[in-house]
């Protein structure tokens, strides 16, 4: 893992889709899911359907109830379709609720 954090660290340009990779790496440690996700906004480079479902799963384990209804709150006013993917994440994180 420090192996592929180095890399990741020293690519010139990330994208959605590595970043995703990066944060999927995380899925363990729901709290680096989180610092990862902010990290990627941060350097404005733009989440899409699996980095959402990813974040709200990690936000639910998390108890994060508040954080995961702003996050579905700011997936409506950039437009993220309600998809499978997407749909079926709310829907089983929110029975936890």
Known sequence: ???????????PKKTTMSWNAMIASHAKSKEEVVEAFTRMKATKVSPN??????VISAYAHLGALKLKRE???????NGFDLDVYIGSTLHSVS???
């Open 71 to 77: 996050l579905h709150l700011e997936m409506n006013q």
């Open 95 to 97: 029975a936890g609720f």
């Open 1 to 11: 893992m420090d192996c592929a954090m180095m890399l990741f660290e020293e690519m």
């Open 49 to 54: 359907g699996v980095t959402m479902a990813t």
